[in-house]
Nanobody, 118 residues
């Protein structure tokens, strides 16, 4: 069964840290993290080539967030350092097209909420 499970979100103060986890039941050449805040469109945050390790970051998080993977566990992580209130959103992971970083299918997990307070 195709399944994506996002976890390890939570509440954190600005300047703290958080590490999100995405466990998948399938492998993909590229995986990405997305987020959606209330009243806003879903946006891409980061992506990674699961085999080569090359990464992509949205300008808004570059230098603060780090995406990584553990291929043996089919798991992708998002390390959030120095989060800001504007990072508050529901975070999702998905398989993505390696060139455009857009979702390659319609498989989504339940998401994990991240709330950043000042």
């Amino acid at each position: 069964q195709v399944q994506l499970v996002e976890s390890r979100g939570g509440s954190v103060q600005a300047g703290g840290s958080l590490r999100l986890s995405c466990a998948a039941t399938y492998s993909s050449n590229c995986m990405g993290w997305f987020r959606q805040a209330p009243g806003k469109e879903r946006e891409g945050v980061a992506g990674i080539y699961t085999r080569g390790g090359r990464t992509y970051y949205a300008d808004s998080v570059r230098g603060r967030f780090t995406i990584s993977r553990d291929n043996a566990k089919n798991t992708v992580y998002l390390q959030m350092n120095s989060p800001k209130p504007e990072d508050t959103a529901m975070y999702y992971c998905a398989a993505v097209l390696c060139g455009s970083w857009m979702p390659s299918n319609n498989y989504w997990g339940q998401g994990t909420q991240v709330t950043v307070s000042s």
